[in-house]
């Protein structure tokens, strides 16, 4: 998840929740369907994730979004960020760049626009010593058309660019919540660490 915030809180356009007049159609459409599949006591992330998939198939929509990106750097756009509930956000990131392993403590959703997002979740223990016992649960190389949920307990992940495996991605993340209001850790595999992360703290963006 990126810490940048560089675009206007509610999304693009400004307009932003609860009304959502003015906003771009996609997005608009996006939401609504959203909506009525929250009306669930616990929403069915197949079908979040399908949503996210349809979205991240309008290449209309996000080229000039793209193109607002440059591919060197890291860079992300928020389109949707209400104050609580669901917020989305394209994110970028450059060729070998991987973002650390965190957790979120709510629920998320994974889709790539355009290029290759490789996309690792982790079991994770942590101990009170700073030791964690981390085990690869699922790795995937993620292409167009393809997406990621995760449903906490199980929310810890890790995504970027590997080198080798094409082009560097631009994705869409779903969030199902602020996650900087929650108590959060973040993990180091390689040295089987973690930390905690306190509200408000991103954590480190790359790594
Ligand atoms: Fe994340």
Redesign the pocket.
Known sequence: ?PSQDSVPRNGVGGSGRPGTVGWPGPLRHFVDQLDELRSADVPDMEQVGRLLVELAADEEFFAPLIAQIPSAAPGSRWLVRPERGPRLVLVHRPDGVM?YT?S?RCW?GIAPVRGVETHQRWDAVCHQDGRADLRLADERAMHHGDVATLVPPRDV???GHVAGTGPSPYSL?LLGDDMLLFDREEYDPEQGTWQALAPGDPGRADR
């Open positions: 998840m973002g965190h979120h998320v992940h890790n995504h993340i």
